[in-house]
């Protein structure tokens, strides 16, 4: 069975500029979370969709955006990307919301100049 | 608040056991993690524990749980130069039903 599947793994942006990232959970999960990692923030909650809806958000500006397609695919967008969006972003898939086990991919390590 | 608290640091050498500690705050019942992050990867999930329970071992890894003093430490015996990681402790039940993780335990095992 595939793990999580996160695309691209390495992305380098200019301030300013937006950027889309993607996460194909493991087959027949339906909930799809984002987490942002940094050496400062360590592990912090982006989003959560199960079933195309957005469930919960954490404490991030407008600017951070996600969605969920009807074969669980989720996206997440970032506008208007800031020096200090520089991080690397998880993406971990669970048969359903709030499920006890969490399986994360490998991430995508994004790099804004 | 909610809080999730390791230390930073451990050192071992190959073939001893390494103890890492979490401590964490909230009193809900909750689900309780160890995950395992190697150098540009993702996070592996390697066991977990529901905090009405003292105790999990799964093969080289032992949980421990003390629920009065919410002190939980992951266990790994006969540890190995491919044990070297970063290991996070995170409890489910955040104010968004997300998991909330400590900074990470960097473990270095030396041969």
């Known amino acids: 069975k595939a793990g999580v599947t996160q695309t691209p793994r390495y992305l380098i942006k200019t301030r300013g500029q937006q950027v889309t990232l993607s996460c194909s959970p493991i087959s027949g999960h339906r909930s799809v979370s984002w987490y942002q990692q940094t050496p400062g923030q360590g592990l912090q909650f982006l989003f959560e969709?199960?079933?195309?809806?957005?469930?919960n958000k954490g404490n991030f500006p407008g600017r951070f955006s996600g969605r969920q397609f009807s074969n669980s695919r989720s996206e997440m967008n970032v506008s208007t990307l800031e020096l200090g969006d520089s991080a690397l972003y998880l993406c971990?898939?669970?048969?359903?919301?709030?499920?006890?086990?969490?399986?994360f991919g490998q991430g995508t390590r994004l790099t804004v100049v | 608040g909610e809080d999730v608290e390791q230390s930073l640091f451990l050192s071992v050498r190959e073939g001893d056991s390494s103890v890492i500690n979490c401590t964490y705050t909230d009193s809900s019942s909750t689900y309780l993690y160890w995950y395992k992050q190697e150098p540009g990867a993702g996070l592996q999930l390697l066991t977990y524990i529901f905090s009405n329970m003292d105790m999990k071992q799964d093969q080289r890894l032992t949980v421990l749980l003390n629920k009065k003093d919410k002190h939980l430490s992951l266990r790994i015996a006969d540890t190995q130069t491919g044990d070297s990681a970063i290991y996070f402790c995170a409890k489910s039940g955040g104010s968004q039903g997300n998991l909330i993780f400590g900074k990470g335990t960097k473990l270095s095992v030396k041969p």
């Open positions: 969709y199960f079933s195309e809806t957005q469930r």
């Open positions: 971990a898939s669970s048969v359903q919301a709030l499920s006890t086990e969490a399986f």
